[in-house]
């Protein structure tokens, strides 16, 4: 009895050894000419090669620039969201106050809260 035990613990060990070892080695073999397989891209732990010549280096954004462009564009998103809201209270005004609002105005009042928390923002 002890001895089949020992057996079957074998096998299972040879086993759980083959498909641990299987990732590592699928990882080791080069992608087939024709596949079309690119070979994995090393990560580096700064994020970027230092072999990489220096100017391609990403650039950091630049605050101020982003905040005028969201100036810039506050006015006209204002803008759109009047119109949207007036828009969706004609539509409220034509409905009956006793029955249920349609898909199309509550779409609508999806896309101006959206608006709204994107301008807020």
């Known amino acids: ?38 070979p994995r891209a090393k990560v580096y732990p700064n994020g970027r090669d230092p ?30 969201l009047y119109e949207m809201a007036s828009d969706l209270k004609n539509e409220i005004d034509k409905t009956d106050a006793a029955s249920t609002l349609s898909v199309t105005v509550v779409k609508k009042a999806q ?3 959206k608006l709204a928390s994107k301008s807020r923002n």
């Not at 001895?3 to 699928?26: I, K, T």
């Not at 990403?58 to 006015?75: F, G």
């Open 1 to 38: 009895m002890p001895e089949s035990r020992r057996h079957l613990l074998a096998g299972l060990c040879c086993v759980a050894g083959v498909f641990g070892a299987e990732p590592l080695l699928a990882g080791l073999q080069a992608p087939a000419p024709g596949s079309g397989a690119s």
């Open 51 to 80: 072999n990489a010549p220096q100017g391609l280096e990403p650039s950091t954004p630049n605050p101020k620039a982003i905040e005028l462009a969201n100036q810039k564009a506050l006015p006209a998103d204002i803008a759109k």
């Open 111 to 113: 896309q101006i809260e």
